[in-house]
């Protein structure tokens, strides 16, 4: 007779995602492509899955608009911190006393 060992055991469910990627870019049929393997709670793959169905795309498409929407966005915060940071070593900035000045005046022209 075979006998199972009952074990207590923690299910963490984890589902794994291969999506084609290539630097966030829209995928054309000539674009070459690189596969990308990760993990993702249950949760996030069930919407997914449900955001695929509901327009009507696949579950990669929508992970590569994901991706790049994300790329996109923190690039440009990236970018703009670093000119940021190099004006202010150029010495092109405002005092802050300026600014609150200016904000102030323009509350103040506001309608409730």
Same mark, same amino acid.
């Given at each position: 007779m075979y006998r199972k060992f009952a074990r207590k055991a923690y299910i963490n469910e984890v589902y794994q995602i291969t999506i084609p990627f290539n630097g966030g870019k829209i995928m054309t049929t000539k674009t070459k492509r690189q596969q990308v393997t990760f993990?993702?709670?249950k949760e996030?793959?069930? %919407?997914?899955?449900a955001l695929a169905v509901a327009t009507r795309r696949?579950?990669?498409f929508v992970l590569e608009e994901a991706v790049?929407?994300?790329l996109d966005y923190n690039e440009w915060q990236i970018q703009s911190i670093q000119r940021g940071l190099e004006d202010m070593k150029a010495g %092109?900035?405002?005092p802050i006393e300026d600014v609150?000045?200016?904000l102030e005046a323009e509350l103040e022209n506001c309608p409730d």
């Open positions: 993990k993702i709670p996030t793959n069930d %919407r997914l899955a696949t579950k990669t790049s929407a994300y %092109r900035v405002t609150i000045a200016e």
